[in-house]
C-alpha cells in the first residue's frame, strides 16, 4: 500500500485564523479523501478531491470553510478557514488503492488540530 | 444516506478467547467491505477487505458476509491484549462513490 504521509502532525491555532494541512503520497492515485474525526467519534468525510476536477462535498461541508487543493496525483490540501474551537478534530487524508482496488482506501497518520 | 451500524460495545474477551464484531449495512447493493483497526491516538489501519459471500481467513482474523441478510462480520482468533483497539466496518457506496463507515467497536481484550 502507498506511504502517505500529513504535515502538520498537530498545530494549536487561535481562532479566526487559517489552517492548510498536507497531504502528500508516494505513488500516484486517483482519489484523495478528507475526513474529520472527532473525539470518540467515526469518521466523516468532509470531500473528495480529484485532480483536475473541483473538490466534491458532503452534506454540512461547504468550500468556503474547507477549501481543498488537488495539482497533481499525488498531493493534496485542506485548509480549515476562519477556525472556531468547534472545528478542533482529527483531520486524516486518505487515498485509494492506485493500481489496486480503488474502492480501498488507506489513511494517513491524521492532523490534530486544538483551536483556542 | 446509506447507513453502517455496529455495537459500538465495549466488547470485552479475555486473552486466547475468540473476539466476534459484527456489522449489519442498509444498502443492499453493495459489493465491497472493509475492516479498519484504529489504535487510540493513531489512524485507521485496514485489516480485512472482503467482497464475496463466506469467510476469508487472513492469520488470526476472519471476516464473513452474508449479501442476503447484509451482515459483515470480523473474528479475531486467540485474541491478544495487542488487538484491543477500535474495529470500523466500513462499506463502499457505488452510488455515492465513497466508504461509509460505522461508528466502531472497542474491543478489550483483558490478560
Known amino acids: 500500500s502507498a506511504v502517505i504521509s500529513q504535515k502538520p502532525s498537530r498545530d494549536i491555532c487561535q481562532r479566526g485564523t487559517s489552517l492548510t494541512i498536507q497531504c502528500q503520497v508516494d505513488?500516484?492515485?486517483?482519489?484523495m479523501f478528507w475526513y474529520r474525526q472527532q473525539p470518540g467519534q467515526s469518521l466523516t468525510l468532509i470531500a473528495t478531491a480529484n485532480q483536475g476536477s473541483e473538490a466534491t462535498y458532503e452534506s454540512g461541508f461547504v468550500i468556503d470553510k474547507f477549501p481543498i487543493s488537488r495539482p497533481n496525483l499525488t498531493f493534496s490540501t485542506l485548509t480549515v478557514s476562519n477556525m472556531s474551537p468547534e472545528d478542533s478534530s482529527i483531520y486524516l487524508c486518505s487515498v485509494d488503492g492506485g493500481t489496486g482496488p480503488t474502492d480501498t482506501q488507506y489513511f494517513g497518520p491524521g492532523t490534530r488540530l486544538t483551536v483556542l | 444516506q446509506k447507513e453502517v451500524e455496529q455495537n459500538s460495545g465495549p466488547l470485552s474477551v479475555p486473552e486466547g478467547a475468540i473476539a466476534s464484531l459484527n456489522c449489519t449495512y442498509s444498502?443492499?447493493?453493495?459489493?465491497?467491505f472493509f475492516w479498519y483497526r484504529q489504535y487510540s491516538g493513531k489512524s485507521p489501519e485496514l485489516i480485512m477487505s472482503?467482497?464475496?459471500?463466506g469467510d476469508k481467513e487472513d492469520g488470526r482474523f476472519t471476516a464473513q458476509l452474508n449479501k442476503a441478510s447484509q451482515y459483515v462480520s470480523l473474528l479475531i482468533r486467540d485474541s491478544q491484549p495487542s488487538d484491543s483497539a477500535t474495529y470500523l466496518c466500513?462499506?463502499?457506496?457505488?452510488?455515492?462513490?465513497?466508504?461509509?463507515f460505522g461508528a466502531g467497536t472497542i474491543l478489550r481484550v483483558k490478560s
Open positions: 472482503i467482497y464475496s459471500n
Open positions: 466500513a462499506v463502499w457506496w457505488e452510488y455515492g462513490n465513497k466508504l461509509v
Open positions: 505513488s500516484q492515485v486517483t482519489m
Open positions: 444498502d443492499r447493493g453493495s459489493q465491497s
